[in-house]
């Protein structure tokens, strides 16, 4: 079994910064790639942040130069440090850990006010 636990949301100003944490545990055999996404209130599911565990990362456009996402591979640890917020990074942000299976948190709320 595995669990992955997202933290770190919440509620911040537009310019405000955030940062979001996840931890994978339990039968984890190899981790090909750690990353985050995002669902915002009727909109689709979309990806904005993985790194692979050579160090490969890549991002969604509208969030290239604000957000970064650092691994700590040794914990099957990720991390999303969000800068420069904006409302429409509002939503619920999962976390996504991809080994032989693919395995997501609960999600965790961030909400970005104007």
């Known amino acids: 079994q595995v669990q992955v636990v997202e933290s770190g949301g919440g509620l911040v100003q537009a310019g405000g910064s955030l940062r979001l944490s996840c931890a994978a545990s339990?039968?984890?055999?190899?981790?090909?790639?750690m990353g985050w996404y995002r669902q915002a209130p009727g909109k689709q599911h979309e990806l904005v942040a993985v790194?692979?565990?050579?160090?490969?990362?890549i991002y969604a456009a509208s969030v290239k130069g604000r957000f970064t996402i650092s691994r700590d591979n040794a914990n099957n640890t990720v991390y999303l440090q969000m800068n420069s917020l904006k409302p429409e990074d509002t939503g619920v942000y999962y976390c996504?850990?991809?080994?032989?299976?693919?395995?997501w948190g609960q999600g965790t709320q961030v909400t970005v006010s104007s």
């Open positions: 996504n850990v991809q080994g032989v299976r693919s395995f």
């Open positions: 339990g039968s984890i055999l190899s981790i090909n790639a």
């Open positions: 790194m692979t565990s050579g160090g490969s990362t």
